[in-house]
């Protein structure tokens, strides 16, 4: 027993939980199924590695540029609260809910391709850090509950598997409006935000009349025609935001606090303090265009392996990858929509601030990490229904959802709730919502009954929706294949 469990832990621990090693396994998987040689397998294995890997690095470094321009944000404007980020919540918890955390991961990924195989949800989720992130949550949720031990394995198992393939089914016409059909699926925990920004930008092209120009259509005077490159007009657009908002920090509380909150060494001048900003919007152009070039080696590699997988293994099956992956298609509404899901975030944290009287709601903070991955993906998918005002309206009505819904997520994570952090995407929250009060409901009997009724309803409304819109051709905006628009 203890080698098995040995086995199950060196598997979610160095495998599953890293999500470079899990794209590479898959697309291993898949070119075995095809029949492929041992040197295009190893290959093709490594070289979907390294596109993750690369990605990665590109990853890192944006959020490394993020994390002083939250704190440039927070200390220009003088607020506090809880700012939601994934990943301080997860370390939080792995103390108490760890080995249940490791077994539910496990578990889940197999519920989830059981799932697939014998419904119509043909969708292998992959992005396996979100899969470490959501059976982290729902372990919380339902010990919190009173639900433990094996129960909790088996029920947590089924509504992480549950998950990972209903809203990658959810997200598909969308997702097809994004990629122009071309076969992957949104493997991420934000997609509820996504879907919502995509709604908005067809009723922004409905106001309208029609689509507006895309956010890549953008025409600029010759004289700034350069910042028609991505990673160029990234860097520009996030200089000056990095600038003001250092300017109004020090401003507000002198060069030399300003100098200290940001974490620079005492003493630095207000002159390099300034220039460290430029440094950071530098980096943060540097990192888009690392993760462009990830997920373009991915793609590459991923698509054509999951063949294998569909043919042999799960039937018709789409890998279902990270946010970064839909970048390419509009990386100008990945910049509109981060700083549209921010302005989201701000407005919604002074609604907050106005009801929390009421509500006794916590202020939640704009964390930059997620109102960058899923506020840039929300414009994207805002872009592909309505256009550039399309991406502006997504990615604030992105940064409403993760700023409002992290507050009541907090209600139902225990003591968990009282950490000064949350989750911070848009799934993770209605989800654990959800999770959380039906299991509360009945006692610990009643409460496992209704979460389950929740999964089962779940896969049903979505197995449904993969009939009568996923696999008609349904494309938002667009109408079903071979039909007009008007046939939606």
Not at 301 to 313: K, Q, T, W, Y
Request: charged share 10%; aromatic share 10%; net charge neutral.
């Amino acid at each position: 027993m203890e080698i098995l469990v040995a086995i199950v832990r060196f598997l979610v621990d160095e495998i599953f939980s890293k999500p470079y090693y899990l794209v590479g396994l898959m697309t291993a998987i898949g070119l075995i199924a095809l029949g492929r040689p041992i040197s295009q397998i190893l290959g093709g294995t490594i070289k979907a590695t390294m596109g993750f890997l690369i990605l990665v690095v590109g990853a890192v470094t944006v959020i490394n540029a993020l994390d002083p321009l939250g704190k440039l944000i927070l200390g220009a404007t003088g607020v506090r609260g809880v700012v939601p980020t994934n990943e301080a919540i997860v370390a939080l918890a792995q103390k108490e809910y760890g080995a249940l955390t490791a077994t539910m991961m496990f578990l889940g990924f197999l519920a989830s391709l059981i799932i697939a195989r014998v419904t119509n949800l043909r969708y292998v989720f992959l992005t396996g850090h979100h899969i470490f992130y959501m059976a982290t949550m729902l372990a919380v949720i339902l010990v919190t509950a009173g639900i433990t031990g094996a129960a909790a394995i088996v029920i947590g198992a089924i509504l992480l598997g549950t998950i990972m393939v209903v809203m990658p089914a959810f997200a598909q016409p969308w997702m097809r409006a994004v990629t122009g059909g071309e076969k992957i699926a949104m493997g991420h925990f934000g997609s509820f935000g996504y879907i919502a920004a995509g709604v908005a930008g067809q009723l922004v092209a409905r106001l309208a009349g029609g689509k507006t120009k895309s956010t890549e259509e953008i025409e600029f005077p010759a004289g700034l025609r350069f910042l028609r490159e991505p990673m160029v007009g990234t860097a520009v657009a996030m200089f000056i935001i990095y600038l003001i908002f250092a300017i109004w920090y020090a401003a507000r509380v002198g060069p030399a606090e300003a100098v200290k909150g940001v974490g620079l060494p005492e003493g630095t001048t207000l002159a390099s303090y300034l220039m460290a900003q430029v440094l950071n919007a530098l980096n943060f152009g540097v990192g888009v265009a690392v993760i462009l070039l990830g997920v373009r080696t991915i793609i590459g590699e991923v698509v054509p392996a999951f063949a294998g997988i569909a043919e042999r293994i799960v039937p018709g099956a789409l890998p279902a990858l990270d946010c970064p992956v839909s970048f390419p298609y509009a990386p100008n509404a990945v910049l509109i929509g981060f700083l549209a899901s921010v302005v989201g975030g701000l407005v919604s944290l002074g609604v907050i601030a106005l009801i929390n009287p009421v509500l006794g709601l916590a202020l939640i903070l704009p964390g930059m990490v997620p109102h960058f991955f899923t506020g840039g993906t929300a414009g994207v998918f805002g872009n592909a229904t309505g256009g550039r005002w399309g991406a502006v309206l997504g990615g604030f009505v992105n940064g409403v959802l993760i700023t409002f819904l992290p507050a009541f997520l907090l209600q139902v994570l225990g003591a968990l709730g009282f950490a000064n952090t949350t989750f911070g995407d848009a799934d993770f929250a209605w989800y654990g919502i959800v999770v959380g009060n039906v299991a509360r409901l009945g006692g610990t009997v009643g409460g496992a009954i209704g979460v389950l009724v929740v999964a089962a309803l779940l896969i049903a409304f979505a197995s449904w929706f993969q009939s009568r819109y996923v696999e008609r051709g349904w494309v938002p905006g667009q109408g079903f294949a071979g039909q007009p628009a008007s046939g939606e």
